[in-house]
């Protein structure tokens, strides 16, 4: 184990974290669990190659700390039970470290489904519902996520979700739309993968129901960005009821002018039926992790 220092946000002083285990890695670097050695709390810090922030990534935010990447503005601004809170960030000469509360112990989504032993539509409404809550709630902030998948989204054991990782994230306004995708390619709707411009919500309405779809039929929608242009997506389970097969094909339909905004599909049916999550219990629905 080593010990790591880093600024608070607001006052000049220094908070040792001691580092316990290397979680994961990905392009831009790594994430791993640590404790606050000030209050013993258990806590996740993200480790951000500097080099690696787009040069559009950043803020000038100069009435507290100057140029900041958007994934710390956005994080700074926010607060909602569905979304990861930051608690401290540093920014360093070469990485960025930013700690995060520690959500359940800390399985994604993708894991969760992989150890699935059951599927059932009232579970995947419970948890759907609040994907969808958080999203709404960024879109009403002027906030896009650009990376909703699986893997983004930590499920502790009594299904309460928190969406992460806004290191893809930006600020939208109406009248301006993005050149450029920064996300999962799985989880892009086609046309922005052919490069065409975007306001930004309906990337993350479209990623919504491809994670939908992964959800409850355990399987990824799309395997490849040439899947999704070539619309080659994967079968549904038979047993799929019409209301949620008719939502799945609603969100990912082909031609972008029949799919639903996100207001649309949390009027919809299926995503209002009656749900009961006392009846469900994480030991019996998801398989222990494996030990390493």
């Given amino acids: 184990m080593s010990l790591i220092y880093h600024q608070h946000r607001h006052r000049p002083t220094f908070i040792a974290l001691q580092i316990q285990r290397y979680l994961g890695k990905g392009a831009f670097g790594c994430v791993k669990a640590a404790t606050r050695r000030s209050s013993n709390r258990q806590v996740v810090v993200k480790f951000i190659k500097i080099s690696k922030i787009r040069s559009d990534g950043w803020i000038d935010y100069s009435r507290i700390s100057g140029m900041l990447p958007y994934e710390v503005y956005i994080l700074s601004h926010i607060q909602h039970p569905n979304i990861v809170r930051m608690l401290d960030f540093h920014v360093g000469l070469h990485y960025m470290q930013l700690v995060m509360e520690k959500h359940g112990d800390g399985t994604d989504l993708f894991d969760f489904i ?7 539509e009232e579970l995947v409404r419970y948890i759907f519902r609040q994907i969808a809550t958080a999203v709404k709630f960024l879109h009403d902030s002027r906030i896009v996520h650009r990376d909703i998948k699986d893997e983004n989204i930590i499920i502790n054991e009594s299904f309460h979700i928190k969406l992460v990782d806004f290191g893809s994230a930006a600020i939208y306004r109406k009248w301006t739309l993005f050149d450029s995708f920064c996300g999962t390619m799985e989880y892009c709707p086609p046309e922005v993968i052919k490069g065409e411009k975007y306001k930004g919500p309906e990337v993350d309405v479209w990623a919504l129901g491809t994670t939908l779809f992964t959800l409850w039929s355990l399987e990824s929608a799309y395997l490849s960005k040439d899947d999704v242009i070539l619309h080659k997506r994967a079968p549904l389970p038979p047993d799929t009821s019409l ?25 919809n049916r299926w995503y209002n039926q009656p749900t009961d999550i006392s009846k469900f219990k994480y030991s019996e629905v998801c398989a222990p992790k494996k030990r390493k």
């Fill in 114 to 120: 992989e150890r699935c032993t059951t599927r059932s």
């Fill in 243 to 267: 209301d949620l097969a008719f939502l799945i094909g609603w969100i990912l339909a082909r031609p972008k002018e029949f799919r639903p905004t996100l207001d649309q599909v949390m009027r």
